[in-house]
């Protein structure tokens, strides 16, 4: 099925590990974005890809990097974990003026203990 | 900063009955305006989008309104069931010429049988 993958699903690392969070896409689309999504804060945009080769601070990338490797994947980097970042992360991608808003994967669950 | 609001963390409504979740904004009137379903432990999932030249958008069961003068959009679920229980989630474009938009912290619907 067309969609955005994410992996992993599930991860726990420890203060100070770092990790890669990987992120596919199968519809040609343009832009791609990482969220995260913390209790009562809602969704928080990380960083944001309009396309490939072009990278843009969201609203909380301290502690962040990205990398839109081509146009289907853009990855996400802890270098450093910390326990604040313990969250629920979620790629996506879209069409710049589609009528089918985003497409978002199923999430990886991070706890950094 | 553009603020958005969503009445109520959770609503209560008796299936059957038709179901209305608030979504309102603060500053510079939105492009357009997104409402997304999102399922315990899974990604947001699109449902609808509306422009601003648009008062009503329909899919099936669902409505969506935009009145830009009150700053406002109603997202209507008709003849409710139980399994139209979710959060549900606006979204708002960012105007800054790309594709970004911010989300609310979205309304918790439960359809009591």
């Known amino acids: 099925n067309a969609g955005v993958t994410q992996t992993p699903k599930f991860q726990v690392l420890k203060t100070g590990q770092s990790m890669t969070l990987q992120c596919a896409q199968d519809?040609?689309?343009?832009?791609m974005y990482w969220y995260r999504q913390d209790p009562g804060m809602g969704l928080r945009l990380i960083y944001y890809s309009a396309s490939e080769g072009t990278t843009d601070k969201g609203e909380v990338p301290n502690g962040y990097n990205v990398s839109r490797l081509n146009k289907r994947e853009f990855s996400l980097r802890l270098e450093s974990a910390a326990p604040s970042q313990t969250s629920v992360y979620f790629c996506?991608?879209?069409?710049?003026?589609?009528?089918?808003?985003?497409?978002f994967g199923s999430g990886t669950r991070l706890t950094v203990v | 900063s553009q603020k958005i609001e969503q009445n109520s963390e959770a609503l209560n409504i008796q299936e059957g009955k038709t179901a209305t979740l608030t979504c309102n904004y603060t500053n510079y009137s939105p492009a357009y305006l997104q409402w997304y379903r999102q399922d315990p432990g899974r990604g947001p999932v699109f449902l609808l989008l509306?422009?601003?030249?648009?008062k009503e958008k329909r899919k099936e069961r669902l409505k969506v309104t935009f009145d830009t003068t009150l700053k406002q959009s109603l997202f209507h679920i008709t003849a409710s069931q139980p399994a139209d229980s979710a959060t549900y989630l606006c979204a708002l474009d960012m105007s800054q010429g790309d594709d970004k938009i911010i989300f609310g912290k979205g309304t918790r619907l439960h359809i009591l049988p």
């Open positions: 519809m040609n689309h343009n832009s």
């Open positions: 509306i422009r601003e030249n648009e």
């Open positions: 996506a991608s879209s069409e710049r003026g589609s009528n089918y808003g985003y497409t």
